[in-house]
């Protein structure tokens, strides 16, 4: 039997992983989280096979969160389910150590099977995103200032070109607004950037805003 922990603060999402798990015969959901802090605790007590892990959790980045369970060597594999494209965090979210990104549009059947994939040991990415990471020259992405962020200052540009005020970022991301401003700063100096306008043109041109 597939254990799984479901970590994403939508009840109504995580009720409906639990239906979807409840009709297959070998995956049961055995715990479930709902932020970044509960997650790291659920995965410490609890004895799981598969993590799916939310992005965007309310306190804390699910990459964070992805790394301090990556780095307690747990004999587990973490499948980030993220409504973020494949183009934003997978490559991210798999450096941090997940086996597999999936977005939460993805066929029922196809999060089955990726499920019971990790479970064996394997791995898994979108076949068209495989593709771009085996043919698209690797210069092109080094040309692209966003893809050397750190993930907080990513999460923090994110925001910011949705949209967020600092003080909205600074309490979805449980920092100061003095934190969140430096994130800002360093951001428009990396990017060689003056404003937030800028920062929202540069994420249209990349596909990096809706």
Partial sequence: MVKVLIADDHALFRDG????FSETDDIEVIAEA?????TIK???EYDWDIALLDINLPDMNGLEVLKRISSA?????????SMYP?????????????????T??????????????LANGGKYVNPELAEKLLFTPI???????????????????????????LTSIANK???SVKTVSTYRSRILEKMRMKNNAQLIRYAIQHRLIE
Avoid: C, W
Avoid at 73 to 81: E, F, G, R, T
Avoid at 91 to 97: D, F, Q, T, V
Avoid at 139 to 165: A, C, P, W
């Fill in 42 to 44: 659920k995965a410490k």
């Fill in 139 to 165: 210069i092109n992405s080094e040309k692209l200032i966003h893809t050397t962020f750190s993930d907080r200052e990513f999460h923090v540009f994110k925001l910011i070109v949705s949209g967020e005020s």
């Fill in 34 to 38: 709902i932020d970044g802090k509960d």
């Fill in 173 to 175: 991301l449980s920092l």
């Fill in 73 to 81: 060597n747990l004999p587990s594999y973490v499948l980030v389910l």
């Fill in 104 to 117: 939460k549009d993805s066929p029922t059947d196809q999060l089955i099977n990726v499920v019971r994939r």
């Fill in 86 to 102: 494949e183009e934003e965090y997978a490559i991210r979210a798999i450096r941090s150590g997940a086996s597999g990104y999936m």
């Fill in 17 to 20: 992983l639990k239906r979807i």
